[in-house]
């Protein structure tokens, strides 16, 4: 594949990595928090860790959509499809996290509810045009990379008069998560979690630029790099990084230029923020309750907005107790940390959320590494 | 003048703008007709025409092999294939890949009130055309009609018998540490076919189904060099990565492939990259995985490559010892990672 092939090949990554093992200094350890689920992704899926020297370490962040949504949204999804009867639409990682008392969205299908996979909001648009007679809702989730196409849909579901569909808005903010990170005890008490510094978002960066991370590196005297999702992209960040730590600088770099602007997409930005405005706090899985971290849907597109249409509360219910997605979603603990990992939560039969997505930390290093801290059957 | 009726007359099957009801699953004379001026035009043969509830059958000489396949895709016409040759090439594969000559099908259909009869008429010459392409004939069949919305369109589930290699000792069981995997051509191929229908999907691409018979490949390497081959599979629901998986288990052995060797069309690649699959867990509908010795795997190699159906084939990786049964790949960056099972349903009706 043209433009895919060019960052998979194994010589330059060769090559990368033993940049890697040059530049890293012996006599310290670097750890650095890839933000994305991407990222994530790509490291377990292109055994990135085994190009790495034992020194580099890669911790595993929050972005990733489908892991950070808490309990209380999906029983609002699943309360909209059973209760409500409305065509429930979303992306398929969701139909399998686990919400209250056992259920899921696949369950609530399999029990009569109208719940259908879609890969972008402009289908779940189709469905609505198809179903007159039936209330359509777009469970929109993701961070700033899918929000446009949601802030498009509500527009395009205006000019056509579209009255049975609706948008149950989860969009959630980059920045905001980060920050809570850098702030979180953890971090800035305690040192449990030394963060040398960040692999910034790709496709999020396309849309917000590189500009607001600008903050964080001064603020918190943290490098970020921006870096795209191939595994190429990423072994390069790693080695600015390493560069940056070495010479004592915090700054933003932009490793992703093929794609990522200091001021993003302003055309975006602008769609956005004419449909969206801030909530005033919103509830992350792991992080709990975030101010300013979300979006909600303006007033002045009220009838679209399905919390305000079914008169939805949002319940917040607590993670299961064994559980440790919270902890494994700030850093602060490895998938291998959390005793139920692999034995009662599987991605078969996940029991939180970071089992579910290829993204999740946990589900990435079942399905791709797990290989490496499996024990010997007796 | 009136009252006269012409003895034995029947009006003929609309097949061009007729439509499945009620009356041809029934048991009655429009069930008769459906079987006679359909299914039996285009696949009649001796044995099916004897008419009776089971059809006796010659004697064979070796073991028989005995397997059945449901059949439920969606669309039922796909680029490269439709249900009707796919529930052939289906049956007639697993047969192949337990080292079986394949002999004979049955077939049974599920039918939806309304669906067209020219549709099931385009199935079932298709069925007969892979029929007689695989040499095995249809030598019992059975329909039946649900009401309109009970099911979609047409469900098939055939059962094949074959005859077993004199000398097979083929199972999932039998690969050994040191062992050699091959691979008989593209991945991904009827996964990726199907998708480009969806209709959430349509996206306009030449791939087509690798939809086909393997019987005659697999006779081939049997006779190369049967006593060396461990065990053949096909890939199907779940991709390699099952199929590995399930030697993995069934053997007690690790298996360690190589990503770099693993032969995949730009276009599938390019299919998978966008819709974030990876073409391993997609299925193939026309590919042989293969395990043997060591010492055989250059002369299966090269048979399979002479073989239309394993032009691309490839050496893509080995049997390893390992107490967990992990299936492992080198990627191409040079790392290593797990190839796991597939976890729920990635392509729903794809075979």
Known sequence: ?378 | MSGQVKAGYARALDIKRGRVDLSHGGGGRAMVQLVRELFARHLGNTWLEQGNDGTVLPPISGRLVLTTDSHVVAPLFFPGGDIGSLAVHGTVNDLAVMGARPLWLTAGFILEEGFPLGDLDRIAASMARACAAAGVLLVAGDTKVVEHGKGDGVFITTTGVGEAHPHCTLSGSAARPGDVVLLSGTLGDHGMAIMSQRENLGFDTPIESDSAALHGLTARLMACAGADIRLMRDPTRGGLAATMNEIADQSGVGVLLDEAAIPLRPEVAAACELLGLDPLNVANEGKLVLVCAEQAATALLATMRAHPLGRAAARIGGITTDANHFVQMRTQLGGCRMVDWLSGEQLPRIC
């Open chain 1, 1 to 378: 594949m043209k433009y895919i092939d060019e960052y998979r090949d194994s010589a330059l990554a060769q090559h990368i990595a033993a940049a890697i093992r040059n530049a890293a200094s012996p006599a310290r350890i670097y750890r650095f928090m890839e933000f994305c689920g991407g990222h994530t992704h790509a490291i377990a899926r292109y055994g990135l860790p085994d190009l790495l020297p034992d020194n580099v370490h890669m911790i595993h962040g929050p972005g990733c959509p489908v892991c950070v949504l808490p309990i209380g949204r999906i029983d609002m999804a699943i309360e909209l499809a059973l209760r409500h009867h409305a065509i429930v639409c979303t992306y398929a990682d969701t139909l399998r996290v686990p919400a209250s008392d056992g259920r899921s969205l696949l369950r609530a299908r399999a029990q009569g509810g109208d719940v259908r996979m879609v890969y972008s909001v402009a289908d779940a648009l189709k469905i609505a045009r198809n179903n007159p007679g039936e209330a359509v809702v777009f469970f929109a989730i993701g961070f700033e990379t899918t929000t446009p196409p949601t802030a498009v849909a509500i527009r395009q579901a205006r000019a056509e008069g579209l009255k049975n569909f609706s948008v149950l808005c989860c969009h959630v903010l980059t920045p905001s998560a980060i920050i809570n990170i850098l702030e979180s005890p953890e971090v800035r008490v305690l040192g449990t979690v030394p963060l040398d510094g960040f692999i910034g978002p790709a496709h999020v960066s396309t849309v917000i630029g590189s500009r607001p991370y600008d903050f964080f590196a001064e603020e918190y005297r943290k490098p970020v790099v921006i870096a795209g999702f191939e595994p190429l992209d990423v072994m390069q960040a790693i080695l600015m990084l390493v560069r940056q730590v070495n010479e004592g600088r915090a700054e933003v770099e932009n490793e992703f230029t093929r794609a990522v602007t200091s001021g993003g997409n302003e055309k975006a930005q602008k769609l956005v923020s004419e449909v969206f405005e801030l909530r005033r706090s919103f509830e992350w899985r792991g992080l709990g309750e975030v101010p300013y971290s979300a979006l909600k849907i303006r007033s002045h597109y009220d009838e679209f907005d399905a919390e305000r249409r079914f008169d939805l509360e949002y319940k917040p219910v607590p993670d299961n107790k064994a559980c440790e997605c919270g902890a494994i979603l700030r850093g602060v603990k490895k998938p291998t940390d959390c005793k139920i990992f692999g034995t009662v939560c599987t991605p078969e039969n996940p029991m939180g959320s970071c089992m579910v997505s290829s993204e999740g930390a946990c589900a990435a290093h079942y399905s791709y590494g797990r290989h490496k801290h499996a024990e010997v059957p007796a």
